[in-house]
T-cell receptor
Framework: IAGITQAPTSQILAAGRRMTLRCTQD?????MYWYRQDLGLGLRLIHY???????GKGEVPDGYSVSRANTDDFPLTLASAVPSQTSVYFC????????????FGEGSRLTVL | GQNIDQPTEMTATEGAIVQINCTYQ??????LFWYQQHAGEAPTFLSY??LDGLEEKGRFSSFLSRSKGYSYLLLKELQMKDSASYLC??????????WGAGTKLIIKP
């Protein structure tokens, strides 16, 4: 069982380019999340989805979009990357939208030049 | 506003005991989580407290005082593999997690 798979693991991107970070889970969890992690800051929620077909904005949604066409996949798109989006991005899932253990992917390290 | 405070870095000796503190202030409260994150890896779940008191799980214990907005993670019989960052997170009224910046724990032989 893979759990949560993210791709790519690392990417260098020119500013202004479009980028999609992929996230797939095989645990049939209803809730999925995208976080960014920056040095000296806590994990910050970008977008979330409580169930397939629904999405919501987190703390730092600007410049990012998500979709949840099915239970397993939750891609994060940067429409036009900017240097401030340089970060490590973590996808996570849980089996409920209430308080519960989060299962994280291994992260995607994105550098925008 | 919502805020989580925890020390930036702590150092302890192999075999010893260390306590990592966390204070929180969130809009509503639905529990306090601790996660462990080794350098370059994903966070992994350690504990969840929603009621006051101490929860023990092997070498790790977690304590919560809701009236004080305070929690701590206690690590006993420290091992070198415990060198990691420990993340405190509070679940607010919307069940969203508010995360602290993490405490980097350095274990010395």
């Amino acid at each position: 069982i893979a759990g949560i798979t993210q791709a790519p693991t690392s990417q260098i991107l020119a500013a202004g380019r479009r980028m999609t970070l992929r996230c797939t889970q095989d645990m049939r969890h209803n809730a999925m999340y995208w976080y960014r992690q920056d040095l000296g800051l806590g994990l910050r929620l970008i977008h979330y989805s409580n169930t397939a077909g629904t999405t919501g904005k987190g703390e730092v949604p600007d410049g990012y979009s998500v979709s949840r066409a099915n239970t397993d996949d939750f891609p994060l798109t940067l429409a036009s990357a900017v240097p401030s989006q340089t970060s490590v991005y973590f996808c996570a899932s849980s089996d409920s939208s209430g308080p519960g253990e989060l299962f994280f992917g291994e992260g995607s390290r994105l550098t925008v030049l | 506003g919502q805020n989580i405070d925890q020390p930036t870095e702590m150092t302890a000796t192999e075999g010893a005991i260390v306590q990592i503190n966390c204070t929180y202030q969130t809009s509503g409260f639905n529990g306090l989580f601790w996660y462990q994150q080794h350098a370059g890896e994903a966070p992994t779940f350690l504990s969840y407290n929603v009621l006051d008191g101490l929860e023990e799980k092997g070498r790790f214990s977690s304590f919560l005082s809701r009236s004080k907005g305070y929690s701590y993670l206690l690590l006993k019989e420290l091992q070198m593999k415990d060198s990691a960052s420990y993340l405190c997170a509070s679940s607010d009224s919307n069940y969203q997690l508010i995360w602290g910046a993490g405490t980097k724990l350095i274990i010395k032989p």
